[in-house]
């Protein structure tokens, strides 16, 4: 009859309209599946990014690390090595000190050039004081001519020129020391003084100076 025919076709209409529903709903989360996939991919090549500026900065922070534990070991070393060559300075500094004799005060070559120039001061304007001088001058070598050596360290005999080096006080003959200086030089290997005891280890002609106040106590023995 009608009314079971309107039934079924309202049946009908209802359940069209439903499974409608269900197809749209069914794409709306297919679309959100494939946003939330989308978001994934993005999300994970995010964190992968993350993972190489952190990697970055933790090898930047174990380089500041190596960086600063270097200078602080180094910084120590230097510290030590500058106390050591403080205290080794002062001992030899000391050594040498108490080494010097008053022979060598009076042979000081600004004592000595000193000397000189007011003796040849005195012979221009007065030759008698200059004379004067002179005695006293070897007065004061006579004084520590004890202290003095006058053999050459080379030859092992009597200085005829006396040679002063400026750089550790020791005399040498001129003739001796020139020549020995020559020959180092020719096989270019440097002069130790011949002293024994002696730290100067390049006897340079340069450094080597007339002993003047020597040569005359030589003289005169």
Excluded at 83 to 88: C, G, H, V, W, Y
Aim: glycine letters at 4%.
């Amino acid at each position: 009859d009608s009314k079971s025919l309107n039934k079924v076709f309202f049946f009908k209409q209802y359940f069209n309209m439903s499974l409608s529903a269900v197809h749209s709903t069914l794409s709306s989360l297919k679309t959100c599946q494939t946003d939330i996939g989308t978001g994934w991919t993005l999300l994970v090549a995010l964190l992968k990014k993350l993972e190489v500026m952190m990697l970055e900065c933790a090898k930047l922070d174990q380089e500041i690390n190596c960086f600063v534990e270097v200078v602080n070991c180094v910084t120590a070393e230097v510290n030590e090595a500058m106390f050591r060559l403080k205290s080794l300075v002062k001992e030899k500094f000391t050594e040498r000190h108490d080494s010097l004799s008053e022979g060598e005060l009076q042979n000081h070559v600004k004592l000595v050039s000193f000397k000189e120039n007011v003796r040849n001061a005195l012979k221009t304007v007065n030759p008698e004081a200059a004379e004067n001088m002179e005695e006293e001058l070897d007065e004061d070598v006579a004084v520590t001519q004890s202290e003095v050596n006058f053999t050459c360290p080379l030859t092992q005999v009597e200085m005829v020129d006396p040679m002063k080096n400026k750089k550790c006080n020791h005399h040498y003959d001129r003739d001796a020391i020139m020549g020995m200086i020559k020959a180092r030089q020719n096989q270019k290997k440097k002069l130790r003084c011949p002293v024994v005891g002696c730290g100067n280890t390049d006897v340079k002609q340069g450094d080597l100076i007339l002993d003047q106040i020597m040569k005359r106590q030589i003289l005169k023995r």
